[in-house]
């Protein structure tokens, strides 16, 4: 069993800038999708950023050029910096990872219901 635990989270005013982290216990380098998912609360959960076995990496709309996704292969950690933080971020954040099957497309275009593993989440908050 996969296991991913997620750090990093905490309470910031407006503009400022947090850094996740997601460490996970097996060795994903060649063959694993993994994404930053965030709910709300009282919506949907929806993804923030994925990233593939080669760093490809898309972000959400919404976080474009404040967030970026990063993963060091060595320390199976991936991580999410968030800078610019608005009140609309707040979020309970969750990283997730699956085995990936070409049959499936490309890794990057994974809907939600494919990720198999999932950390339990670390709560952000920005205050204005």
């Known amino acids: 069993q996969v296991q991913l635990a997620e750090s990093g989270g905490g309470s910031v005013h407006t503009g400022g800038s947090l850094r996740l982290s997601c460490v996970v216990s097996?060795?994903?380098?060649?063959?694993?999708?993994m994404a930053w998912f965030r709910q709300a609360p009282g919506k949907e959960r929806e993804l923030v950023s994925s990233i593939s076995a080669t760093n490809t990496t898309i972000l959400s709309d919404s976080v474009k050029g404040r967030f970026t996704m990063s993963r060091d292969k060595a320390k199976n950690t991936l991580y999410l910096q968030m800078n610019s933080l608005k009140p609309e971020d707040t979020a309970t954040y969750f990283c997730?990872?699956?085995?990936?099957?070409?049959?499936?497309?490309?890794?990057?275009?994974?809907?939600?219901?494919?990720?198999?593993?999932w950390g339990q989440g670390t709560q952000v908050t920005v205050s204005s």
């Open positions: 097996e060795y994903t380098v060649n063959n694993f999708c």
């Open positions: 997730a990872a699956v085995r990936y099957q070409m049959s499936w497309g490309p890794c990057v275009t994974l809907p939600q219901y494919r990720y198999a593993y």
